[in-house]
């Protein structure tokens, strides 16, 4: 059981919720750049929560099915089909045996989450199917998809079959979740972040300056962080600090006074000073920031950060229950 | 010891003062500190990582919750764990542990070594000397991080310490032995890079395949032996 990329697009690339536990050797977490999103998506489709999906980054993927599928995808403001059909943003949608599912470049936003029910079954390596693509491994051959690889695709659960009964008819099923989830790029952001530990490494007003001012996404931003130019955050020495632990979300203030947000294939350790820390909940929309993208951050408290992640939880197992009909 | 956040799914547990001063007691008590926690199952932990003069706990805030930490306070109830498992387990078996010895075999021929002849120029010696003062020390492992499996090596002799190239190469060969400033370490794959190269080794230090993936954890000792050409060879199949 596979698909074929007729086209693999721009970059695309297998990632699950992420690798954890070998961080001590030095591995990134990787996996989906929005968990959240994948987990979506992966509901919508009948799969478990955490199994594999491509992160389709910029679009220009066609894939071609051997047997019936459901898929779905959240993320960007991309434009999907089944052969001709449109398929929005967080619907679940039925392709027949011998079908196309493709997927053009985005108007806002970079990265969409596809999921296929029976989940892609490449080989667990440290836990995660995800392709670590700095250190080449995992996912399909630790790369990103080329034009003319297949995909392994596990087996339709029983739940997915009941869907695909269902949507026999009407192809693309009405209900979705909440527009947030399914869409989740935006129009000069603002991003909520912790003051990081080292701001005393920073000038007094650099705090000030970030989040007072505008950035702009540079063009060297990929997988490992978003690189943001616009006005210098000082640091009060040129030094920098013995490496610690740095993780997805942290702000870090290189020399050139130019902020990095790292994401998922970051470093595990780093030793530019922290100057802030990214919300988890508010990361889905920063692995949506592309090139020339405005972005502003805002102040908040960790507990705030807590309690969104919390109320999303909450939100998220009231969905799943919601959805349970749909699958029977 | 002070605990910081390190965004919301993590803190920095910083456990000494300063590195340079006193590196192998830094190295101990990061070191201890990791074991204590691995040892203590913390609810939510997900994983350490261990650096220099800190150990980062990252933790899901979500069964922390569960676990009973209010959602107002998890970085209290967090705190709290981390002294209970750190004084708790305070005096035992810090001192026993056996770290690992590990040898590791390089060839130091110019072939190998691109920047053998920069280093020596800078230190004022031959390159044999380069290689006898390399290969004549003992190094602990640091910390492992950049790439999967790189170790930072503490421990290299004064006189080879050479600040890293201006421009880093796209590309270093797997098993390079490379020196970066003060500290020594080896690239276990192929990967872009800055340091001055002084050899390789055929020892495979990562492989995603082993569980645990990486030959070296901080707190190992580690030693270079001089091999030959024709080693190399014999021992890179």
New interface residues.
């Given amino acids: 059981m596979k698909a074929t990329a007729i086209r693999a697009g721009f970059l695309t690339s297998v990632q699950d919720l992420g690798r954890t536990g070998s961080r001590e050797f030095g591995l990134s977490v990787g996996g989906a750049l929005d968990p959240h999103a994948l987990r979506v998506a992966n509901l919508l489709v009948g799969n478990g929560e955490s199994a594999a999906g491509l992160e389709v980054t910029f679009g220009g993927l066609r894939l071609r099915f051997v047997d019936d599928r459901i898929v779905a995808w959240c993320g960007g403001d991309f434009e999907a089909r089944i052969g001709s059909t449109v398929l929005p943003s967080g619907h679940p949608g039925l392709v027949h045996a011998g079908e196309d599912f493709s997927i053009a470049s985005p108007s806002i936003g970079c990265r969409a989450w596809l999921t296929i029910s029976g989940g892609i079954d490449v080989p667990i390596v440290l836990g995660s199917r995800s392709g670590d693509l700095k250190s080449g491994f995992g996912g399909i051959n630790g790369r990103p998809l080329r034009d003319g690889e297949e995909i392994p695709l596990g087996k339709n659960p029983d739940r997915a079959a009941a869907l695909i009964e269902k949507l026999r008819a009407r192809r693309v099923a009405s209900w979705k979740p909440s527009h947030d989830w399914s869409s989740t790029a935006r129009r000069e952001p603002s991003l909520r972040f912790i003051r990081g530990s080292d701001t005393n490494q920073c000038a007094p007003g650099a705090i000030d300056t970030f989040s007072t001012g505008s950035f702009f996404v540079s063009p060297d931003s990929d997988r490992m962080g978003v690189r943001l130019d616009g006005p210098r955050v000082e640091r009060s020495n040129e030094t920098d600090l013995l490496s610690e632990g740095v993780a997805p979300g942290t702000v870090q203030v290189p020399p050139s006074g130019k902020p990095i947000l790292l994401l998922n294939d970051c470093q595990t350790i780093g030793g530019y000073p922290k100057l802030a820390h990214v919300i988890t909940v508010d990361l889905s929309i920063a692995a949506q920031l592309r090139p020339g993208d405005t972005v502003r951050f805002r102040e908040v408290f960790l507990a705030d950060a807590h309690r969104a992640l919390n109320e999303r939880e909450r939100d998220l197992a009231q969905f799943r229950h919601g959805i349970e009909s749909y699958f029977r | 010891m002070e605990i910081?956040?390190?965004?919301?799914?993590?803190v920095?547990i910083r456990v000494a003062a300063n590195?340079d001063d006193a590196p192998e007691s830094a190295l101990q008590q990061v070191s201890a500190t990791h074991r204590q926690l691995a040892a203590a199952k913390i609810p939510g932990m997900?994983?350490?990582?261990?650096?220099?003069?800190?150990?980062?706990l990252?933790y899901d805030?979500?069964t922390v919750?569960t676990a009973g930490a209010p959602?107002?306070?998890?970085?209290g109830w967090l705190e709290q764990r981390i002294h209970e498992a750190v004084s708790k387990n305070a005096d035992s078996s810090a001192d026993q542990f056996k770290y690992s010895e590990i040898e590791i075999p390089v060839c130091y021929d110019n072939e190998f070594g691109f920047d053998l002849d920069e280093v020596a120029r800078r230190a004022g010696v031959d390159q044999k000397e380069v290689v006898d003062l390399h290969s004549g020390a003992e190094y602990r492992v640091h910390?492992?991080?950049?790439?999967?499996?790189?170790p930072?090596l503490g421990g290299l002799p004064a006189k080879l310490a050479t600040p890293r190239r201006e421009t880093p190469r796209k590309e270093i060969p797997r098993g390079s032995v490379g020196i970066g400033g003060k500290q020594t370490g080896i690239y276990p794959?192929?990967s872009p890079g800055g340091w001055n190269i002084i050899g390789r080794t055929p020892r495979r230090l990562?492989d995603?395949?082993k569980?645990?993936?990486?030959l070296l954890?901080?707190g190992d000792r580690v030693r270079f032996r001089p091999i030959s050409r024709e080693e190399f060879e014999r021992l890179a199949i």
Avoid: H, M, S, W
């Fill in positions: 910081t956040p390190l965004g919301d799914c993590a920095l590195f997900v994983e350490l990582a261990p650096a220099y003069t800190t150990v980062a990252f805030p979500l919750i959602v107002g306070n998890i970085l910390c492992v991080g950049f790439i999967g499996g790189f930072f794959i192929k990562f995603p395949q569980n645990p993936p990486g954890r901080a």
